[in-house]
């Protein structure tokens, strides 16, 4: 058993003074075992969802928080969440996962302008916001802010109305939830000047998580809309209003866990194969086990500070 644990761990003369566990065919087995678990989480998530995937709580009424708090710390007016705005997130949120795409601009060219046209709100200006796979509300604003086209889109003055949509589906092949984030200021309301900046004068598209409860009162949709509208308002809020899973496992916290074991492993093993060959004196014509080290260790703090999601 000792021999088995030296020749697999330590350098030796039976493994070619290189530690079997850091040979190719070593690395190719560790190849093996990741697809074998991303096929078996992967059949797992579409299989038993409550049992194994992605932990997510977002709520619209989190983000409506979330958003006016930013807009209020820049000396910015509230926004008010429009009906018809969350229609043209939810249109916008179905025809991404219809036609499988992730962008502003739709496969056939249509355009963000166009879902809100179509959901009846008359603009003077509009932007959007897009999120997918975050893993709570206050991740999505904190990304967006942490964008400078996202964040001049939340903090524009002339904005008055917002809609939002955050909806689950399969996007290119794997679950996910998408967050559509519409605003607007419509011909008729007025259009407030900021205090400090100055109103753009161009339509924005922006192009690019911690849970703790939140407090939120309950949210009343805009009374500005032409009459007939201001019904879809709860029919928004319950069919696209939040996205809350909490299954047994959560896979991404699997990941990352299994990433630091994994790498972690590694690390330890080549800084054990260090200290022997320098200590045992051997002489290697190849192998350079402190840049391999330098490698998985910023390999370890990417994972580290990584976070899920992606804005756009």
């Known amino acids: 058993m000792v021999s088995l644990l030296v020749h697999a761990f330590l350098p030796h003369h039976t493994n070619n003074h290189r530690a079997r566990a850091l040979h190719i065919d070593a ?176 339509e924005v598209i922006a192009q690019e998580p911690t849970t703790e409860p939140v407090a939120i009162t309950k949210v009343a949709f805009s009374t500005n809309e032409p009459a007939g509208s201001s019904a879809f308002g709860p029919i928004v809020l319950a069919q696209f209003g939040q996205v809350v899973q909490n299954p047994w496992i959560n896979l991404g916290a699997l990941n990352k866990w299994i990433s630091f074991i994994f790498i972690g492993f590694l690390i330890g093993l080549l800084s054990l194969d260090m200290w022997f060959v320098h200590q045992r004196r051997i002489v290697r014509v190849s192998g350079r086990s402190h840049a391999h080290i330098l490698f998985f260790t910023a390999l370890l703090i990417l994972v580290g500070i990584s976070l899920p999601g992606s804005i756009l």
């Open 27 to 202: 690395f190719l087995v560790y190849i093996f075992a990741f697809l074998m678990f991303q096929i078996v989480t992967w059949v797992g998530t579409m299989r038993i969802p409550d049992v194994l995937g992605y932990a997510t709580d977002i709520r619209l009424e989190q983000l409506l928080s979330f958003t006016n708090e930013k807009r209020r710390e820049a000396g910015l007016s509230s926004l008010v969440l429009n009906g018809q705005l969350s229609q043209a997130a939810a249109g916008k949120a179905a025809d991404m996962f219809a036609k499988n795409y992730w962008a502003h601009t739709s496969p056939d060219g249509k355009l963000p302008w166009d879902f809100i046209v179509g959901a009846g709100y008359k603009y003077t200006v509009a932007g959007e916001n897009l999120a997918k796979n975050f893993n709570d509300s206050r991740g999505v604003v904190d990304a967006w802010m942490a964008s400078t086209s996202h964040k001049e889109n939340l903090l524009k003055p002339s904005y008055k109305d917002i809609g939002f949509a955050i909806v689950n589906g399969m996007l290119n092949g794997e679950e996910t939830t998408l967050v559509v984030q519409m605003f607007g200021a419509s011909a008729g309301a007025p259009v407030a000047a900021a205090p400090v900046r100055q109103p753009l004068v161009r």
